[in-house]
């Protein structure tokens, strides 16, 4: 039996409206702006552009204070206007060589062509809080350098030239969009990369830390961490001229992995991606430490069991809209079935207490 | 100066930046909409590794139109984001690039939104230089 039940639409329009009110705060405390949203939480912003799957800055900067500072309402926010988007191509993969570098760092080398370049990095701070920051105090002004080089080479060739590193496997796979055709496993790695790139930061990086503490460990450095703008290519249909059509922050992250040898082929070291957008180096490092843990089977490891090398436990769990819809979705009314599961234990007691 | 060349200038340009250029110098062009500005997305990829398979890496919006000036020259309008206005000059840009206003246009709008990127990336590049590690190696004892 369905019964429905209608009701509640006052309630809810005046939820909403405290909603709005609340939202404001004390009005005697000027509005938040979009534009300081976005210049000033850049890291809330890329965030939620990262897993919303959408790079749009003002869109992003809007859902955050749409959704009073909730990142994963606002990535909802993002990823239910996504959908209403006409998709107008597919861009090239982009070139990560040509990046114009805020951040490009390497652990597993010191002297680098291009040089460690520390960025605008959290790193190294004491992570104390700075109280001068609750006044208006003085900005610092960044010190600039002369350029000399400005091509900054990928760490990880210096390692392929010798052979020590896997080479990336390319056949030209066509991969499939997972927002169209629903993920299938096994699922290939392109799909799995497309997955992880808009997963929640915090699934992938206890993920990536429980390979760290032993559960599948694959002993990763961290190759290569770099950070900055490139360019997204675009071949404009009705000109067939293919052009700059976009210019986007990413993190890219390269990791060196256990090596892997036998008698027939010498070792090498193995190897793990992560991309993501924006500066979001936590998550770009763990993407790539998932990545490697993940193609277990590939590189012929030993399934152990652990969590982070479960393809479906980590593909099916990792991202967090689908995670909070169906959890949240427990709020809503569920007087029906809870009144058929009520009225089941009453009868099962009933039973009991008459065959005692 | 390619089409190629001030397409992308102006698809990434900064929006403020086109639109004070193109309000300083007023020009008005009479032209009718072919497809009227359209926000959309395109699904930008990546490659794994580096030299790997492609992969779709996530989506970025983008605004279209075209248009056809009383000329006669179509104009298409592809830029970054969802500023339909911006859009608008861009393709008004484009279709005047194939008139004899082009060298007004390449010295007083293209050229100036490049010096702008230009100066951005430079100011980017020279502060990253800045935090460039100078390793040095302490020797102990006896050399």
Known sequence: ?356 | MERKFWLSTLATCNDAHLTSLWEKFGIEVNFTWLRKPEIGSIMCQGKIGVTGNNFNFGEVTITRCQLKTSQGKIGHGYVQGRNKHKAEIVAICDALMQTNKRDFLIKNIIRPLVVGDKNLKKDVMSKSESTAVDFFTLVRGET
């Open chain 1, 1 to 356: 039996m369905y019964v429905a039940v209608k009701g509640g639409e006052k309630a809810i329009e005046n939820a909403h409206n405290w909603l709005s009110e609340i939202r404001r705060g004390d009005v005697n405390v000027p509005n938040l702006e979009i534009d300081q949203i976005k210049e000033q939480l850049t890291l809330s912003v890329e965030r939620v552009m990262s897993e919303g799957s959408l790079y749009d800055t003002d869109l992003a900067a809007l859902a955050i204070k749409q959704s009073r500072g909730d990142l994963i309402e606002a990535i909802f926010l993002i990823r239910a206007y996504r959908t209403t988007l006409p998709r107008f191509g597919t861009s090239p993969p982009i070139k990560t060589e040509d990046m114009v570098c805020m951040r490009r760092i390497s652990a597993t080398y010191k002297d680098i062509p291009g040089k460690q370049k520390l960025g605008p990095t959290f790193d190294y701070t004491h992570r104390l809080l700075d109280f001068s920051l609750l006044a208006e105090g003085n900005i610092p002004k960044a010190e600039k350098r002369k350029v000399l080089k400005e091509k900054i080479p990928h760490v990880l060739r210096f390692l392929n030239k010798e052979g020590l590193i896997q080479k990336e496997k390319n056949n030209n796979y066509q991969p499939k969009d997972i927002t169209r055709n629903p993920l299938e496993f096994p699922a290939n790695r392109s799909e799995r990369l497309q997955s992880l790139s808009r997963a929640d930061e915090g699934f992938l990086l206890a993920l990536a830390y429980s390979t760290q503490r032993g559960y599948a460990r694959n002993h990763a450095f961290v190759g290569e961490l770099r950070i900055g703008y490139v360019k997204v290519k675009y071949n404009i249909p009705e000109l067939d001229i293919e052009i700059d059509i976009a210019e986007i922050i990413v993190t890219e992250c390269e990791s060196v992995n256990q090596f892997q040898g036998s008698k027939k082929t010498p070792a090498q070291f193995t190897r793990g991606y992560g991309l993501t957008f924006g500066q979001l180096e936590r998550k770009a490092v763990s993407m790539a430490l998932v990545d490697r843990a993940l193609r277990w089977k590939e590189i012929g490891e030993e399934f152990v069991g652990a969590p982070a090398q479960d393809e479906e436990f980590v593909l099916s769990h990792c991202d967090n809209i689908q995670a909070t819809g169906f959890l949240e979705h427990l709020k809503l009314p569920h007087y029906v079935d809870f009144q058929s599961e009520l009225e089941l234990v009453r009868r099962i007691r009933k039973e009991y207490e008459k065959n005692k």
